[in-house]
């Protein structure tokens, strides 16, 4: 803090000896110990209140950011909620018109080049979104072991 060195302070105390005097220089000194004590815990406690009120505001600040974090992410979640109901009413409106594909379809008789009416083959149907998958192929009858038997009669 201060730029002293050893002689600087030996000047000041051979004058502090000369104009206080030898008997009152150590109450002297021990007065301007506890002053220098009182300053040094003084600036101590400017400094944490300083520190504390960085700390508040930056603390005010990260709420700010988490509301505004919140107020995005109930913005994104109305979009997503939107998104879906849009794709949901399209694909019902896909399926209705899927629907009436097939029944006018099956009701549309072609003319054949022989003048007889024959009916238009059905359109296959459309499975729904979350319907399962045709069941595999078991090894067993892929292998001919059907009913637990071997090709050529014998039992397994």
Do not use: C, W
């Not at 899927?98 to 009416?117: C, D, F, K, R, Y």
């Amino acid at each position: 803090m201060f730029d002293v060195s050893f002689t600087e302070l030996m000047l000041i105390g051979v004058v502090a000896l000369v104009v206080i005097g030898p008997e009152r220089l150590p109450k002297v000194a021990r007065t301007a110990g506890h002053l220098f004590g009182r300053m040094q815990r003084y600036v101590a406690t400017v400094k944490a209140d300083i520190e504390r009120e960085v700390n508040i505001s930056e603390l005010k600040d990260l709420q700010n950011l988490k509301k505004e974090v919140e107020v995005l992410q109930s913005e994104v979640n109305a979009a997503g909620q939107e998104i879906a109901q849009a794709a949901t009413a399209n694909i019902s409106m896909a399926q209705k018109s899927i629907a009436e594909i097939q029944a006018q379809a099956q009701l549309t008789p072609e003319v054949s080049g022989a003048g007889a009416l024959e009916p238009t083959p059905a359109v296959e149907r459309i499975a729904p979104l979350d319907a399962a998958e045709p069941e595999a192929p078991r090894p067993q009858m892929e292998l001919g072991l059907e009913g637990g038997e071997l090709r050529g009669g014998k039992a397994a």
